[in-house]
């Protein structure tokens, strides 16, 4: 009887477990691909959210160069380094019913379509400084044109004067006037010295163009004559081409939005319900406030934000819509496939860290060796003259000893960065050999070529300006070595480097910061 009893509890027991089991299983598999989906999903929503914010920077990085390439301009108008070859106070008329004056020159500065000039008060003096300064900003109309050329999306450039009058570009004859309400704009007022003692570029609150073109957002940098505030530059960019930006990228179950430090939309879209404070949103990562996930990932050049907002709700459904049909065979070979893709991605990565420089991405000591021989082969071939170029940084050990180590591999990254600028041909090799040994392979059509092409990546270098104060130069230099070996001359990689490694030294004992050129 007892047997019996302990007979069917172990066939109850073996049956419950073979249902247990079973069901267990899929609970995990189920489960483990629910959480999987939603990282899958989380990283492809920061994925493309990293995408557009790079997209972002590109088209603001473009407007504050270009400004700076316009404070350059002005700067040299100031000192006298440009000119017009006509007085503008010449082409100037009243405009009574605006207490004003307008500029009425069309078409006559170097072939380029002037924009509209327009002041307010009576008409200035033919060689008063409110002139020259008119002059200063009509100078600016090559520039004004080439940004408008390479977005014709950007509604204006102009350039706003304290003197009174703002110069805007392109041309608009009917709705816009300067008044003196132009003064209380963000677009002049951000860059006033009251506002901006700093003298930094300065994007402006979204605000209703003063000009009629809608909405729109400006980066604006002051322009001075020494101490002396002038007036603003700006260059505008609408909300409807960022949101034409935001537009060309897809966010699976999700919404995105281009917010201000502040949390107000520069964008105007349906479904925006932040229930949280913005600033309590960590960059980068995926948090959860309320009936909503956000994401939000700062832009580099303003204190934009691009705020991706999911509903909970959505973002459930769509993970356990993947997970619920997986079975525990679909799991597994599911999680085999990931190992040997994984694995396969490992070795790639094993095979690249092998030939590049891991902090700078170069290509490295082991890589000049393997490359340098085929590269010196087909040069010769082809009958080109070749160059080896060595370079280090000087006094780079005080450099480390005086800031750390990580602040030496910055300064290393810097480094390779703008000599890489320098390099603009694909087959210009640039490697990392050693610590702050760097070695430069390319083919060149003589040696004076070589010799500018050294020179450029030493001021190239230089420009940077990297404090190195205990250095006898106060600031990061190289020194470069290099052999210009012509096509008539057979050297191989070790010997070429063996000559410029002592051109190097060479340049070290000639004082730092130098080139040094030996002929092969």
């Not at 949390?263 to 932040?274: N, W």
């Not at 309590?280 to 939000?296: L, M, N």
């Not at 909970?312 to 893709?341: E, H, M, Q, R, Y």
Request: hydrophobic residues 40%.
């Amino acid at each position: 009887m007892d047997n019996t009893i302990i007979s069917q509890a172990k066939k109850s027991l073996h049956t419950f477990l073979s249902v247990l089991i079973p069901v267990l299983c899929g609970i995990i598999v189920t489960w483990t691909s629910y959480i999987s989906e939603f990282d899958r999903h989380e990283k492809e929503l920061l994925l493309v959210g990293h995408q557009s914010v790079e997209t972002f920077n590109r088209e603001l990085t473009v407007r504050t160069q270009s400004l700076k390439a316009l404070q350059l301009e002005c700067e040299q108008y100031l000192n006298n380094l440009t000119q017009l070859t006509w007085n503008p106070a010449m082409h100037l008329k009243p405009v009574p019913e605006h207490q004003g004056y307008k500029l009425t020159l069309t078409n006559q500065y170097n072939s380029h379509r002037l924009g509209t000039l327009t002041g307010m008060g009576a008409l200035p003096d033919s060689h008063s400084a409110t002139v020259q300064e008119m002059g200063m900003a009509l100078a600016l109309t090559p520039l004004f044109q080439a940004i408008k050329e390479r977005d014709p999306d950007t509604p204006w450039v102009y350039y706003t004067s304290a003197k009174g009058f703002l110069y805007l570009y392109p041309k608009e004859e009917s709705k816009f006037f300067f008044h003196k309400e132009v003064f209380d704009a963000d677009f002049y007022r951000g860059v006033t010295p009251a506002h901006n003692p700093d003298r930094v570029t300065y994007w402006t609150p979204k605000y209703l163009d003063l000009a009629g073109k809608g909405y729109m957002l400006t980066v604006s940098a002051p322009i001075y004559n020494g101490t002396d505030f002038l007036g603003a530059i700006s260059i505008d960019i609408s909300t409807n081409k960022l949101s034409w930006l935001l537009d060309r990228y897809t966010f699976p179950d999700s919404t995105a939005f281009l917010i201000d430090h502040n949390g107000e939309l520069l964008i105007e879209k349906t479904g925006f319900d932040c229930s949280c404070e913005i600033s309590s949103i960590q960059p980068g990562v995926f948090q959860r406030y309320g009936d909503y996930y956000y994401s939000k990932l700062p832009l580099s050049q303003t204190d934009w934000s691009l705020l991706i907002q999911t509903p909970v709700k959505n973002l459930t459904l769509s993970c356990l819509d993947k997970a619920l049909p997986k079975g525990f065979v679909t799991a597994l070979l599911l999680f085999c496939g990931i190992l040997i893709f994984r694995l396969k991605q490992s070795m790639k990565e094993v095979t690249r860290l092998s030939t590049i420089d891991s902090l700078t991405g170069l290509y490295n000591r082991r890589q000049f060796t393997l490359l340098s021989p085929i590269a010196f082969d087909n040069w010769k071939r082809l009958k080109e003259n070749i160059a080896l170029l060595t370079y280090d940084l000087d006094d780079f050990k005080l450099l480390n000893d005086t800031y750390g180590h990580p602040v030496g591999d910055t300064v290393l990254i810097q480094v390779s960065q703008a000599v890489d600028q320098c390099l603009k041909r694909k087959n210009d090799y640039h490697f990392r050999v050693g610590g702050e040994e760097f070695i430069i392979l390319v083919a060149i059509s003589d040696q004076e070529s070589l010799q500018q092409l050294a020179e450029t990546i030493r001021c190239a270098v230089a420009c940077l300006q990297i404090p190195n104060s205990n250095a006898t130069i106060p600031f990061v230099t190289i020194s470069i070595g290099g052999v210009y070996i012509s096509k008539d001359i057979t050297l191989s990689p070790e010997q070429a480097y063996s000559l410029s490694d002592k051109a190097l030294y060479q340049a070290k004992q000639l004082g730092k910061n130098q080139v040094n050129i030996l002929p092969g």
